[in-house]
């Protein structure tokens, strides 16, 4: 399936920017960002609606919706820095998940501009990897009269 759907960029000549699949029960949820005018993304929601299999296409992006990615930063480790790296990962609510004497690696979630924020000041620390998930979304949900907050 997602072969097929990267055709439909590809023949179009199409960017795709990011490309998150989600498996959920007999179902797969496709998270597909794609940067072009109005026209671009009509033509593409109309092209991908034709797949066998796809039963529905949505363009979220003007809603209200809960946005996030993942990144992976691998560091220097200069116990000069260290404390001052730590500091940082606490403020940005990220994780160390692997340390080593010379490197440190630090999970970050959250949505695109927290990305941006926390590699530009761990930049000056010495990055010397990162890896990073495309954006998955979910549209919020409407609050209801019944709703209990």
């Excluded at 820095?81 to 080593?100: H, N, P, Q, T």
């Amino acid at each position: 399936m997602i072969n097929r759907i990267a055709r439909v960029f590809a023949r179009r000549g199409y960017n795709i920017e990011s490309l998150a699949v989600g498996l959920n029960k007999d179902k797969a949820l496709f998270t597909i960002v794609v940067s072009g005018t109005e026209r671009v993304l009509h033509q593409v929601m109309e092209q991908l609606q034709k797949l066998v299999n796809v039963l529905k296409v949505e363009d979220i992006s003007k809603e209200p919706q809960v946005e996030r990615e993942l990144m992976l930063i691998k560091m220097n480790a200069d116990p000069m820095y260290r404390v001052e790296v730590m500091w940082l990962v606490d403020i940005f609510r990220a994780k160390i998940v692997d340390i080593s004497e010379h490197s440190l690696t630090i999970e970050v979630t959250g949505d695109p501009g927290k990305m941006v924020a926390v590699q530009r000041n761990l930049s000056k620390f010495g990055i010397r990897e990162i890896a990073r998930t495309g954006k998955i979304a979910l549209r919020r949900e409407k609050m209801g009269e019944s709703a209990p907050f």
